[in-house]
C-alpha cells in the first residue's frame, strides 16, 4: 500500500515536496501525473538498490526524486513550478528491482497511491 502526501496550492514559482510512503518494500519507486483528459505520464523514478534516479526531461533541474530506504519513502522536491505542473501526482511501486531501461514504463509497477493533487497557479 502507497500514501501520498504534500500536494496543495500554490504561486507559479513556488517549491512543494510530495512524500510517498510504502507499507512494504519495493524494489523502486516512481511517480507519475495526470491531467483531465489525459494519459498518465512519467515524472520521476528511484531504485533503492544503487540509488539510481531517473527523471523525465520536462522536470530535470527542477524536480529531484529522493528516497529514504528506512522509512521506505521516496520524496519529490519540485522548485520553479510552473502552471503546467498542475496535475494530479500519483506514486507508484515495483515488486521487483527492474531494469534501468523500464524505470519510466507505467507496467513496470504493480502498487499504485492514491494521488495527491498539486495546483499552480500564474
Known amino acids: 500500500q502507497l500514501q501520498a502526501s504534500g500536494g496543495g496550492s500554490v504561486q507559479a514559482g513556488a517549491s512543494l515536496r510530495l512524500s510517498c510512503a510504502a507499507s512494504g518494500s519495493t524494489g523502486a519507486m516512481a511517480w507519475f501525473r495526470q491531467t483531465p483528459g489525459k494519459e498518465r505520464k512519467f515524472v520521476a523514478s528511484f531504485r533503492w538498490s544503487g540509488g539510481n534516479r531517473w527523471h523525465a526531461d520536462f522536470v530535470k533541474g527542477r524536480f529531484t526524486i529522493s528516497g529514504d530506504n528506512a522509512k521506505n519513502t521516496v520524496f519529490l522536491q519540485m522548485t520553479s513550478l510552473k502552471p503546467e505542473d498542475t496535475a494530479l501526482y500519483f506514486c507508484?511501486?515495483?515488486?521487483?528491482?527492474?531494469?534501468?531501461?523500464?524505470?519510466?514504463?507505467?507496467?513496470?509497477?504493480?502498487?499504485w497511491g492514491q494521488g495527491t493533487l498539486v495546483t499552480v497557479s500564474s
Open positions: 507508484a511501486g515495483a515488486i521487483r528491482r527492474p531494469i534501468l531501461s523500464a524505470l519510466g514504463d507505467e507496467r513496470t509497477y504493480s502498487y
